[in-house]
């Protein structure tokens, strides 16, 4: 090979490895907040349009169903499984239990308990819905109040408590609503937080640019940050790969979770992340 040819070659290759460093891939392993829960960069959602304790992906797949999901993606890489009592898919993550050891992936769910006594009801009736002795991430579920840590003072005392005893492993908050979510940058007792984020603005609770402010003073702060509505609960869908870069490039969360509702989806997903970040 002529040393021309060669030179040409260990370049291409060397900017082939300088962009690779950049690409990043569902399965990555994250380390998230200051409680160092590690966790893959991509959550498997069980609550797309979630109410009332159902989901597209409960009502849709079923238990045998959503649990097969579950196995998929952990086959895949993906160890991180997002559930909530609202979304009523705590029995489905029991099946997958069934299927995948308990050490091997890292549950968060939701509550929107608001006392003490709440709280302690639900981290006792979430632990036997889902089959296990910890809950990984516990958050309080959709705040929209500027002043919600005194209006759920007694559920985050708990929380805080159930830390300590190892029964949760983190603790925080999901938010919806601009002013919810300041008040979580600033609130040391969140050491987590679940935000709506994507380039279109769809079910966020605030311009873009606003809400990665907030995010910012977040991550600034030590706080985990776990991204939603990343495809804006459908909105996007015709501009997934548009969405995946934007939510690739930011620099203010760990990781995302998307509500995949097939096996087709979610493979779908894990080929367009990677892509994502070399487009």
């Given at each position: 090979?002529?040393?021309?040819?060669?030179?040409?070659?260990?370049?291409?290759?060397?900017?082939?490895?300088?962009?690779?460093?950049?690409?990043?891939?569902?399965?990555?392993?994250?380390?998230?907040?200051?409680?160092?829960?590690?966790?893959?960069?991509?959550?498997?959602?069980?609550?797309?349009?979630?109410?009332?304790?159902?989901?597209?992906?409960?009502?849709?797949?079923?238990?045998?169903?959503?649990?097969?999901?579950?196995?998929?993606?952990?086959?895949n890489g993906l160890?991180?499984?997002?559930?909530?009592?609202?979304?009523?898919?705590?029995?489905?993550?029991?099946?997958?239990?069934?299927?995948?050891?308990?050490?091997?992936?890292?549950?968060?769910?939701?509550?929107?308990?608001?006392?003490?006594?709440?709280?302690?009801?639900?981290?006792?009736?979430?632990r036997?819905?889902i089959?296990?002795?910890?809950?990984?991430?516990?958050?309080?579920?959709?705040?929209?109040?500027?002043?919600?840590?005194?209006?759920?003072?007694?559920?985050?005392?708990?929380?805080?408590?159930?830390?300590?005893?190892?029964?949760?492993?983190?603790?925080?908050?999901?938010?919806?609503?601009?002013?919810?979510?300041?008040t979580?940058?600033?609130?040391?007792?969140?050491?987590?937080?679940?935000?709506?984020?994507?380039?279109?603005?769809?079910?966020?609770?605030?311009?873009?640019?606003?809400?990665?402010?907030?995010?910012?003073?977040?991550?600034?702060?030590?706080?985990?940050?776990?991204?939603?509505?990343?495809?804006?609960?459908?909105?996007?869908?015709?501009?997934?790969?548009?969405?995946?870069?934007?939510?690739?490039?930011?620099?203010?969360?760990?990781?995302?979770?998307?509500?995949?509702?097939?096996?087709?989806?979610?493979?779908?997903?894990?080929?367009?992340?990677?892509?994502?970040?070399?487009?």
């Open positions: 090979m002529k040393r021309r040819d060669f030179l040409k070659t260990s370049l291409a290759a060397s900017g082939a490895l300088a962009r690779g460093a950049d690409v990043r891939y569902a399965r990555d392993v994250i380390t998230l907040g200051p409680d160092k829960v590690k966790l893959s960069r991509l959550a498997m959602g069980t609550g797309t349009k979630g109410y009332q304790k159902s989901s597209n992906q409960t009502r849709q797949l079923g238990l045998q169903g959503l649990a097969d999901l579950l196995q998929f993606g952990f086959d160890t991180f499984w997002d559930s909530a009592d609202g979304y009523g898919s705590h029995p489905h993550l029991k099946e997958g239990l069934k299927r995948v050891a308990r050490e091997k992936v890292t549950i968060m769910t939701k509550t929107r308990a608001r006392t003490a006594e709440q709280m302690r009801a639900d981290l006792d009736r979430f036997q819905e089959g296990t002795d910890y809950l990984d991430i516990v958050l309080l579920h959709a705040v929209t109040q500027a002043d919600w840590p005194e209006l759920r003072k007694g559920a985050m005392e708990v929380l805080a408590e159930a830390r300590e005893k190892g029964v949760v492993r983190t603790h925080g908050v999901s938010c919806h609503s601009i002013d919810a979510l300041r979580a940058a600033r609130t040391p007792w969140v050491h987590v937080d679940l935000a709506r984020i994507n380039p279109a603005g769809a079910q966020m609770d605030a311009d873009p640019d606003t809400v990665t402010t907030v995010l910012r003073e977040m991550k600034k702060a030590g706080k985990g940050v776990i991204g939603m509505k990343i495809l804006g609960e459908g909105a996007l869908r015709d501009r997934v790969d548009h969405a995946l870069k934007f939510a690739m490039a930011l620099d203010c969360i760990d990781c995302m979770t998307i509500g995949a509702e097939s096996r087709q989806e979610l493979a779908d997903l894990i080929k367009r992340i990677p892509a994502a970040c070399q487009a």
